[in-house]
């Protein structure tokens, strides 16, 4: 994940009494004769010399073959919810840790293949190889369960923390990526990474968000009822299911995202842009907190940005928030109430959610004087930077302000200003079956339109 | 064949008035079993006579050979800054060449098209009526005095005029064939043929115009003319604010009078460079604004009306902004009545609708009477159009306004119940014509954004189908 969130709690599962399933290091899997070591530890991979790829030795080629010949399954918020209202009966976590393993080591090695048909010389470099072996090493700790079938606790503890682990080696995920094919640019066409980074992102998310929810579930479910154990978010509340928020209020977070954005801009240009919400702020619907967090950061960080620079008057950015007409069809998730009372999991806590939007449209305004025609058409690429070699994420010297202070600011991304908010900001909002718009009035301001779909109807 | 057996040949041809109505289910098997649930209307007894439409074709093959030459706004205004005989007779034998060329491109294409559809009664209508103006056309020899010059000016006149009724015509042909055809491949026929209907009569109406103007009494080959005037049909500098304005009070005027005078109107806001101007055909401009303006004042009354919690309070106001940057003036239209329902949201820019496909239909065919008499059916008989002189600016050529702007002017006078569905597609064919651009975003449940983009520099060719488009000067 991308971590803007500001996660408060450490990241490293913690070991449940008496049964916990140690990872092996991923050095002992691979061949020593390679320099390419993808110890978790090693922290600058371009100062090594450039290698070949290690061996699959533990993860044959059949395997990837026989998985990747499978049809990946396109996760929708649904699927997420099925399980149950938190807190989930042992039966039903069983259920999700079921259904979490058939989805995952297809969706891995979907990707392993898809990192394989990259140019040779550019999956040798150092950071994409390392990112290739993290996912080869993930497929290999899922595998031994591919044909178990999880149906008692200490199996479900085992498989949580196998979950745990791969939430936590792949983190850095895109950093990674993006320096490497920073490194790379002369091998390789901006298009051709567009491509592979718009399906391995979207892809990647999906993954995540699936690994999340059972762990999430997994601490709010009845045997394990531990919320504040869980490594990720996995607040005690009754509209929550796992990492689901069935009552998100995208007012509040345009609020809290915008206070955050406004702090840094008053901390380093000393001006704090202002905005008006307006439309329906009451609306609610069922979304992931994380990612709308994430997208809503992106993109006010640019009207923001665009606001200050601009040397006539400074406008309030006007955000709207447009809820779609609800659904009068029938509730799409029908959900029993949860097996016990937990914590604030109670059975007269939850409210049914019937009038809840099916989706939102969110138009962020601004007065900032638009994106210059020549800039526009590469606004949703991934290589698209001002960035240049020697301005390396998190060394400051040329990087934008703005991204510089995000990254200081805990858990901060380091991707930032490398020109991949909005096409990663895209890729969230289409997951789900939504979208981004962007229209610019060049000498004037630009609008986007951020499209979002939910759950709809959840009972 | 001779010009009277072509003569004869159409007449055997031509429909009759039966198949207006449809209450008379006439079929051939063959038509009937394609098109069954899916056309929209029963078809009529089709023309088996189709002996009589294979013309000569090698006369076609050599003009369809030909190449268009684009032109762009600012030759227009060029060429006619400084209008002599001499250029005048170069203008006419620029008409005389490019009509007929351009005209045979649309004919081969429709020829290619399959043949139900060509066969149906309104597309073959038109069909006809090109290869006609065709036929006329590519016989007119070389135009060397300025007599030779107003008969021609004359046949110009008269195509225009015949030609006034072949929007809807294609329209409710393209409705009728939409299970025959990918709605795709239709829309782009479409596009492609009204585009170049827009070019022909760009430069047919251009000449008329020159010739008007160099006919005229106050006329001084030399003259001088100022910012504010036309040359021919261009107006050279189109002020928005003017051209917005002028539009939102005659689409308000259009839309109280047709919902009572209960019901409020939404007011019309206009902030942002309130100087931006650039040169344009003002009857492009004034349809494209006009629509965009109808749709937003329709839908925020009806979305005002439906919504409980409005009650006494005001519509809200539809706000339009101008954007006046170095190379192009944008102009959006934001307003809130509602949004785009769904299930309209893929058909938006089709001319083959989808789910309100027969009510169009319906609608189409009481079009066809209101371009043909240009007085007719307007709202309350005091309503003025938009370009007979008691608004705003007119081109000096007051008796050819009236006859070739009829096919815009009857469009957007037409009530506003008369929903014909193709107020957008249309609007972005005029705007693409000079290569700007039509986008809309919709806030479903909320409103909806319209950005118009409009090139300020008049130098960008016309958007022809047949060539790759570069800039002049």
Not at chain 1, 247 to 252: E, I
Not at chain 2, 46 to 67: F, G, M, N
Not at chain 2, 116 to 130: E, R
């Amino acid at each position: 994940m991308i971590g803007l969130y500001r996660p408060l709690r450490c990241l490293t599962p913690k070991a449940t009494p008496a049964r916990r399933l140690r990872p092996r290091t991923a050095a002992s899997f691979y061949s020593t004769s390679t320099s390419a070591s993808t110890s978790a530890t090693e922290l600058h991979p371009s100062r090594q010399k450039w290698s070949q790829p290690p061996s699959t030795a533990t993860v044959t080629d059949a395997e990837i073959a026989n998985l990747s010949n499978k049809h990946q399954h396109s996760l929708s918020l649904a699927d997420l919810v099925r399980h149950g209202r938190p807190p989930l009966s042992t039966e039903a976590l069983y259920s999700s840790a079921n259904f979490t393993l058939s989805l995952l080591p297809i969706r891995l090695a979907h990707r392993i293949q898809a990192l394989r048909n990259l140019p040779f010389i550019v999956v040798s470099n150092p950071n994409i190889s390392k990112i290739y072996n993290n996912y080869l090493h993930s497929l290999s700790t899922l595998l031994p369960w591919k044909h178990r079938t999880i149906s008692n606790i200490e199996a479900e503890i085992q498989f949580t923390s196998v979950l745990a682990e791969l939430v936590q080696t792949h983190q850095d995920t895109i950093p990674i990526l993006a320096k490497g094919f920073l490194e790379c640019r002369r091998y390789i066409s901006p298009g051709e990474v567009t491509r592979f980074l718009d399906e391995h992102l979207r892809a990647r998310i999906g993954t995540r968000l699936i690994a999340e929810q059972h762990i999430a579930l997994h601490y709010s479910s009845v045997p394990h009822f531990d919320p504040s154990a869980s490594p990720t978010p996995c607040p005690e509340h009754p509209s929550y299911i796992g990492v689901i928020d069935t009552a998100l209020c995208p007012a509040d977070v345009v609020n809290s995202c915008a206070n955050w954005v406004a702090e840094i801009c008053e901390y380093k240009y000393g001006e704090r842009p202002e905005w008006i919400v307006d439309g329906e702020p009451e609306t609610a619907f069922a979304y992931v907190p994380m990612h709308l967090e994430y997208i809503l950061t992106e993109l006010l960080k640019n009207a923001f940005r665009a606001t200050i620079e601009n040397r006539h008057k400074k406008e309030p950015i006007v955000i709207t928030i447009a809820p779609e007409p609800p659904d009068a069809g029938p509730p799409k998730v029908k959900l029993d109430p949860p097996a016990e009372n937990l914590g604030a999991f109670r059975s007269e806590a939850i409210k049914p959610l019937d009038d809840n939007a099916p989706g939102v449209t969110i138009r962020i305004r601004d007065r900032g004087g638009g994106i210059a025609p020549e800039v526009l058409p590469n606004v949703w690429s991934y290589s698209f930077t001002t960035f240049s070699e020697d301005d390396m994420p998190g060394g400051g010297s040329g990087a934008d302000a703005l991204s510089v202070i995000s990254n200081t600011g805990g858990g901060g991304s380091s991707i930032a200003g490398l020109g991949y908010g909005l096409p990663l900001s895209r890729a969230y909002a289409e997951y789900f079956g939504g979208g981004i718009g962007v229209q610019s009035l060049y000498g004037w301001g630009t609008d986007v339109y951020l499209r979002l779909k939910g759950v709809g109807k959840i009972e | 064949m001779s010009p009277s057996a072509v003569q004869h040949a159409t007449k055997t041809i031509r429909l009759t008035s039966a198949w207006r109505s449809p209450a008379r289910s006439l079929s051939i098997a063959t038509a009937r079993s394609r098109s069954d649930s899916r056309s929209l209307a029963p078809f009529p007894r089709r023309s088996i006579q189709t002996a009589t439409k294979w013309r000569p074709v090698q006369v076609l093959d050599e003009w369809v050979a030909k190449e268009a030459r684009p032109i762009s706004l600012r030759q227009l205004m060029v060429f006619g800054r400084s209008l002599t005989e001499q250029r005048l007779i170069s203008s006419a034998n620029y008409v005389r060449t490019e009509l007929p060329t351009r005209i045979a491109h649309r004919i081969r294409d429709m020829q290619r098209l399959p043949y139900v559809v060509v066969t149906n009664p309104h597309i073959s209508d038109v069909y006809d009526l090109y290869y006609n103006a065709f036929d006329m056309f590519r016989r007119v020899k070389e135009i060397k005095t300025l007599e030779e010059n107003e008969r021609f000016c004359q046949e110009i006149a008269r195509m225009l005029r015949a030609h006034l009724s072949v929007i809807p015509k294609l329209a409710m042909g393209i409705l009728e064939c939409s299970g025959l055809m990918e709605q795709r491949e239709l829309d782009r026929f479409m596009n492609t043929i009204l585009r170049s209907r827009i070019s022909r009569r760009v430069i047919a109406e251009q000449h008329l115009a020159l010739t008007e103007t160099f006919n005229s009494p106050w006329f001084s080959p030399g003259a001088k003319l100022s910012e504010g005037e036309f040359i021919g049909e261009v107006f050279l500098k189109c002020i928005a604010r003017d051209v917005i304005e002028r539009c939102g009070t005659a689409v308000q005027a259009l839309a109280r009078s047709a919902n009572g005078p209960d019901v409020q109107i939404p007011e019309i806001r206009i902030t942002g460079h309130m100087e931006a101007s650039f040169p344009y055909i003002l009857s492009h401009l004034e349809y494209i604004i006009g629509e965009l303006l109808r749709n937003s004042v329709q839908a925020v009354i009806e979305h005002h009306a439906r919504s409980k919690k409005n009650q006494g309070r005001p519509p809200p106001p539809i706000e339009v902004t101008l954007c006046e940057a170095q190379q192009h003036v944008i102009i959006r239209v934001s307003d809130q009545g509602g949004g785009i329902p769904r299930d309209i949201l893929p058909y938006l820019w089709s001319f083959s609708k989808g789910p309100k496909s027969a009510q169009r239909l319906e609608n189409l065919t009481q079009v066809p009477l209101m371009a043909a008499t240009l007085q007719e059916l307007r709202v309350d008989g005091n309503f003025s159009g938009l370009q007979d002189g008691k608004a705003g600016p007119t081109p000096p050529s007051y008796a050819h306004a009236r006859a070739h702007d009829g096919s815009l002017t009857s469009l957007s006078t037409r009530p506003p119940h008369l929903r014909l569905g193709m107020g957008l597609p249309l609007s972005r064919v005029y705007a693409e014509y000079w290569a700007g651009s039509l986008e809309l975003h919709s806030l479903e449940g909320y409103g909806v954004d319209a950005f118009l983009q409009i090139s300020k520099l008049g130098n960008k060719n016309e958007q022809l189908a047949t060539r790759a488009t570069m800039d002049s000067l």
